[in-house]
């Protein structure tokens, strides 16, 4: 009987650039062994399938889809660790090996230990390979062997560091070396196809590898060379829009980096930006890693007893984009419609969460973890607790964001505003930053009555900059 050597697909759904296969198969060539490509299906992320989990499982689906298409079979195991694994390992008794990119994540840490402990007492080894990020966590680390705790120095140490290079991946001994056998988990591959994409409901366009590399293209070839001046801006397609593709891993980091490498000379200071703004998500990977208590509790020491609003009122109007506020609003709006949120407006959405409302950060994250269908889990924690004051290398607690000069600094025209929040689409230019000031003739003129069509100022901005300041230095008002 020969050795099968199994592919474990988690955020990476895609052929190319791909070391996971490419170990595999080199594996089985070396002992003329064969080669399953499965994903486990954790009850864990089934609870509620939210539109994270949506837009997640319909790439898994056109993943699976588009290896058909290949003459590549993808099985699904479903079930608890022990019993999907126990699945997998009775119905490929000669299962020699476990390829699977490594997991930073305290859930992927614990998962990985317990199937690894699993499969080791039979027998079976388990390889954990890099391939999620540019650079490991312990890659870039001060001379002491210590974390980086500022992002600046880190990324002068990223930035010397070699990258690894772009896996070429031999899909045709891939499809040449499968082992033929049908279903692994019948019954989990019912419940995947009969259940949980059954209550996935959205129509995503664009889902899959192929679509990710025109993405890239079109990002290289249209919007590269503008990117420092114009990814503020949510008005305007100012962003490479690639962070789905990088959460699924339909697109490779590597294969992202290298690509807009190649431009520096051509794209200047757009590429430099980019490739830093990929050094950021390698940092708070790296963070994460070494703190992983970070996701309940602040990394600051000094703020993990602050008093946080807990006004359950005030957190659904800014679920809602119900502030008063319209570029608040219209960032809420988006993430409801699309999933998807300008980087501009969720460092602004977050500051006004923790710093207008001073509800707590950790409220923030959770919903953005149930939204957002590129949720990192290390970048948005990262990204929650720098708004909020209370992270590593985060904006200074009297830095407090004003919505209004930020919504005249990057949607001048009101443009953005005007497309998701439908009730300011009639008023003027000159209003649309604070509807509130219309006077009454311009507010039927505008088919929009503050107070009754769109929301009041939910808060004083002036006043909770105040409080929000007074809150941090622990002071009393």
Known sequence: MKPVYGIWLRNNFRLQD??????????????????????????????????????????????????????????????????????????????????????????????????????????????????????????????????????????????????????????????????????????????????????????????????????????LDEGLINYEEWRDRPDCKGTSRLSPYIKTGTLSVRTIFHTVHDRIESAGKGAETYLKELAWRDFYAMIYSFYPQTKDQEYQEKYRSISWNTDAELLEKWKKGETGFPIVDAGMRQLQSIGWMHNRLRMITASFLTKDYQIDWREGEKYFSEKLIDYDEASNIGGWQWAASVGTDAVPYFRVFNPTRQSERFDKDGRFIKKYVRELAHVPEKYIHEPMKMPKNVQADSQCSIGEDYPEPTVDHGLQRKRAIALFKGENE
């Open 18 to 219: 791909q070391p996971v296969i490419q170990k595999a198969i080199e594996a089985a060539r070396t002992n003329d062994g064969t080669i399953i490509v499965f994903f486990h299906l954790h009850p864990y992320f089934l609870k509620k399938i939210h539109l994270h989990h949506d837009y997640f499982f319909q790439t898994l689906e056109r993943f699976r889809k588009d290896c058909q298409e290949d003459s590549i079979r993808v099985h699904i195991i479903y079930g608890e660790n022990e019993e999907a694994f126990t699945t997998l390992t009775k119905e490929i008794p000669s299962l020699e090996a476990v390829f699977h990119l490594e997991d930073f994540t305290p859930f992927g840490r614990d998962r990985d230990e317990e199937v690894s402990i699993f499969l080791h007492s039979k027998g079976i080894e388990t390889v954990a390979l890099r391939g999620s990020h540019i650079h490991h966590p312990e890659e870039v680390l001060k001379d002491d062997g210590s974390p980086y705790q500022v992002f600046t120095p880190y990324y002068r140490q990223w930035a010397k560091q070699t990258k690894p290079s772009v896996v070429e991946t031999n899909i045709k001994e891939l499809i040449s070396r499968q082992e033929d056998v049908k279903a692994i988990d019948g019954q989990g591959e019912k419940h995947f196809e009969n259940d949980v994409l059954k209550r996935c409901t959205m129509n995503w366009n664009a889902l899959g590898e192929s679509f990710a590399r025109e993405r890239l293209e079109t990002f």
